[in-house]
Structures are given as structure tokens and as C-alpha cells.
């Protein structure tokens, strides 16, 4: 089991910036993905970036080169830089990570997401 509280979120005025932090709890040992959604009203959860191994982190074409992922060596954070904030960016923000256990099936926790309002 792994447990996530999302933080962080914010109104920013548009061209701001903002980090989000996703505090991790549990099973650290067996996390293999971290990663970050989003949810703007009336639309579909899309994915914003991830961080494979704590290594290999990559985020949507949407956001790239404003977006940066990243994670605490500890594992117990996770982390969500956005820059050049756009109003489109507007959305509940979701953290998530994958477990990988040997012999089970993968398993994705969720947590309960933070609100992103970006406005002037």
C-alpha cells in the first residue's frame, strides 16, 4: 500500500510559476513510476509527466520545456515544477505512483489531487 497527499497547489496569475509536492508514505521499496495528471472540468484526466526509477522522467508534449518532474532520493516526495503558467494549465493535478512487485500484478495508487487555478 502506498499512500499520496498532494500540496501546493494555487491561483497564479498567468506566466507565474508553481511546484507541487506529493508526500509518498508505505511501501517505498516497490515504487517503479511516479507520475502526474491532471483533470480540467469537463474534460478527461490527461498525463502530464512521469519519472521512471527515480530516473527517466519525461512529460506531455503540452508542457514541455515549462513542466519538469522530479523526485526525492528518499522516495518520500515527489515533485511537480510548472513555469510559464498558461490558463489552459487550469485543472485539479493528480499524483500517482506504479508499484512493481515480483510475482504480483502492477498496482497505481492515486492521490486526492490539489487545485491549479491560473488567472489574472
Known amino acids: 500500500q502506498v499512500q499520496l497527499v498532494e500540496s501546493g497547489g494555487a491561483l497564479v496569475q498567468p506566466g507565474g510559476s508553481l511546484t507541487l509536492s506529493c508526500g509518498i508514505s508505505?511501501?517505498?521499496?516497490?515504487?517503479?513510476?511516479n507520475q502526474w495528471y491532471r483533470q480540467a472540468a469537463g474534460k478527461q484526466r490527461e498525463f502530464v509527466g512521469g519519472?521512471?526509477?527515480?530516473?527517466?522522467?519525461s512529460v506531455a508534449d503540452s508542457v514541455k520545456d515549462r513542466f519538469t518532474v522530479s523526485r526525492a532520493n528518499d522516495k518520500k516526495t515527489a515533485y511537480l515544477q510548472m513555469n510559464n503558467l498558461e490558463p489552459e494549465d487550469t485543472a485539479i493535478y493528480y499524483c500517482?505512483?506504479?508499484?512493481?512487485?515480483?510475482?504480483?500484478?502492477?498496482?497505481?495508487?492515486w492521490g486526492q489531487g490539489t487545485q491549479v487555478t491560473v488567472s489574472s
Open positions: 500517482a505512483v506504479l508499484t512493481r512487485v515480483p510475482g504480483q500484478t502492477d498496482t497505481m495508487y
Open positions: 508505505g511501501d517505498l521499496d516497490h515504487i517503479y513510476i
Open positions: 519519472i521512471v526509477a527515480g530516473t527517466r522522467a
